[in-house]
């Protein structure tokens, strides 16, 4: 008789399937801001022009395939001789470093205090919460202007002013969460066990609000694009010559109407595109990563 | 037995009270209960009775509701009443240690095993990460888990039920505590996997002298694991003693009507005993003694006067009118009668 000795029976771990080929992935949405990305990085290796430089001499030219297009500016020129293509990459890295910086700053602001909020309870929540409440009262573009107006306009600023107007919904959010997570029996045994409650904030809760704060990010990037641009095609945003792409819509809009279309279609398209990428991953990941949600 | 006990509560109260005030909830009431090192008090009552309050006040971790409205309780020989909120904070976990009534969900399922086990290492005594992770794994093995050194890289989900409750155990003897309060630990387990449980529970009091208090509704397990017994019924201690005494003799009816509705292999199967009645609303008890209402014995008095705790052994009390030293009683029965 053989005797097997194996006090841990291990369950077999099945392969974890590579989450590109999970049901439902947005394939074409991650390729699109993938690719934006890496025109991001790579703008400066990409773009064939200057992005801030134009000659006056070959401006209004219009795209390649177009009449009077020339293949030596595949999108056309602008209104001062510069290279729609190369202004659209280096375009798209102030879209990926605004949009994800100002998420960024917005998770960290929201996380926190929804976390600060929802833990503590008591006068803490009371005063973030109607905090909270009277910042939704505000219209977040006017908002948004209001305070671009008060710093002036600078990359760094708009980062943190769309963080300062977009925090709101991430502090709502996890509040929430916390709420429900500390009624969990974990954390209960933590304050059991002595824990403060810095410590249980910081390595009880934090991590399990990370997955909400996530999902809930990939669905702000697009809504801080769209601000981002907004902004830039006021005037309030990006300083110019700096390629954003709001900006550039906002220079092209006076060559709509004489048939100069690229210069505003162009850049609208890439917006579109990356916050439409980025909503059908959110909505994705908001799927995979929210247990009522989740199909098992 | 040494003179001094581990831990004795004097009529301590704790009190829910409504936001307006007119709600009083005696959720804890005028409980004196005390335990000696290394003794095991076994308290048991219907859901509600004050049970799991009353291990919350001792942990000083009452809801924001409630308030500890009087009586001492001394711990090692120090009031915990009087201890600031950061001294407390390394009482729990450190001095005495709680094991929850859900120790299946009791584990956050983010972190290594070996992160949680050795988490009130690091908390009270400012262990290294890799000290604790040493610690952690000692642990482990006290409590008889398996190839110790793979299980704390493991997380929660891969554990079995009767794991996961070790390892809480593991958890709550980390900071060798002398006090671990176990509230209905085994009520999510299955049998066999609740007696192992419990023999660990034993085995691990007895190597590390622990005291240890056994909340649950089981009286069977108090008779396996318990030499202390009390009984609660509406906030109040009704009867308490030794185990052995209180099992052989019950004073109060309603402790005669929890062991006597223990199913028997012996007893009519066609019939359960149940006490009659429900748990009384704590919020409105009756002026008398709250079990009178469903007491076959209760008489005049009962209904009006609120029964002290009478001794009744060595070590024995009951708050019943029935336990009054006899000529006290019969002469109360009688002024009862001719009221």
């Known amino acids: 008789m053989t005797v097997t000795t194996h006090p841990v029976v291990a369950t077999a771990p099945t392969p974890p399937t590579a989450f590109w080929r999970l049901q439902g992935f947005p394939l074409i949405p991650a390729l699109i801001l993938l690719f934006i990305a890496f025109v991001a990085v790579f703008a400066d290796v990409l773009a064939p022009y200057d992005p801030q430089i134009g000659s006056l001499a070959r401006r209004f030219r219009p795209p390649a395939w177009q009449e009077g297009g020339s293949l030596a500016h595949l999108l056309g020129t602008d209104h001062v001789g510069r290279d729609v293509l190369s202004r659209l990459i280096f375009g798209a890295r102030v879209s990926m470093i605004v949009g994800i910086t100002a998420v960024l700053v917005a998770g960290g602001i929201g996380t926190l205090l929804g976390i600060v909020s929802g833990y503590l309870g008591g006068w803490a929540d009371q005063v973030i919460m109607r905090l909270t409440d009277t910042w939704l009262a505000l219209p977040a573009l006017t908002f948004a202007i209001f305070l671009a107006a008060i710093v002036g306009p600078s990359e760094l600023n708009i980062i943190l002013i769309l963080g300062l107007v977009y925090w709101t919904r991430y502090a709502r959010v996890i509040r929430g969460e916390v709420l429900s997570l500390k009624q969990r029996e974990f954390v209960r045994l933590a304050i059991v066990a002595g824990c403060s409650k810095r410590v249980i904030m910081w390595r009880h809760i934090l991590p399990n609000v990370i997955n909400s704060a996530v999902v809930l990010a990939t669905l702000m990037l697009g809504v801080v694009i769209v601000t981002e641009a907004s902004l830039s095609f006021l005037g309030v945003g990006v300083p110019p010559p700096k390629p954003a792409w709001g900006l550039m819509m906002a220079d092209g809009k006076k060559g709509l109407m004489v048939g100069y279309w690229w210069l505003t279609v162009l850049p609208g398209i890439c917006i579109m595109l990356m916050v439409l990428s980025a909503n059908l991953l959110g909505d994705w990941l908001r799927v995979k990563l929210d247990p009522q949600l989740r199909q098992l | ?339």
């Open chain 2, 1 to 339: 037995m040494s003179s001094e006990p581990l831990l004795s509560l004097e009529n301590l109260s704790a009190h829910y009270v409504s936001q307006q005030g007119s709600r009083v909830v005696r959720a804890v009431d005028e409980v004196t209960l005390s335990l000696s090192a290394g003794g095991t008090l076994g308290i048991v009552g219907e859901s509600g009775s004050g049970k799991s309050t009353l291990a919350l006040t001792i942990l000083r971790l009452l809801p924001p509701a409630a308030r500890i409205v009087s009586g001492r309780m001394m711990f090692e020989g120090e009031n915990l009443l009087d201890k600031s909120d950061t001294e407390m904070r390394h009482v729990r976990g450190k001095r005495i240690a709680m094991i929850l009534q859900d120790p299946m969900a009791s584990l956050n399922p983010l972190f290594s095993i070996g992160n949680q086990v050795g988490e009130p290492v690091r908390v009270h005594e400012g262990a290294s990460r890799a000290n604790a992770w040493k610690r952690a794994v000692g642990l482990l093995k006290a409590v008889r888990i398996a190839s110790p050194e793979t299980r704390v890289t493991q997380f929660p989900h891969e554990m079995s039920g009767g794991m996961r409750q070790r390892i809480v155990g593991a958890i709550g003897i980390s900071c060798e505590p002398r006090l671990l309060i176990a509230d209905e630990p085994t009520t999510s387990l299955d049998l066999t996997i609740q007696a192992q449980y419990l023999n660990l529970l034993r085995d691990l009091q007895r190597e590390h002298g622990l005291a240890l208090i056994f909340i649950t509704h089981n009286l069977g397990i108090v008779a396996k694991m318990c030499d202390q017994l009390a009984v609660m019924y509406a906030g109040r201690v009704v009867e308490q003693g030794p185990v052995s005494q209180i099992f052989s003799a019950p004073v109060h009816p309603y402790t005669k009507a929890l062991l006597g509705s223990i199913p028997r292999m012996t007893d009519n199967r066609d019939h359960l005993t149940a006490i009659e009645g429900q748990p009384p609303d704590l919020a409105s008890l009756p002026p008398g003694c709250a079990f009178a209402p469903r007491c076959a014995m209760a008489f005049a008095r009962c209904r009006v006067e609120a029964p002290p705790e009478f001794a009744v052994d060595e070590g024995r009390t009951a708050r019943c009118w029935l336990a009054a030293p006899d000529a006290e009683a019969k002469a109360t029965m009688m002024r009862s009668s001719v009221a």
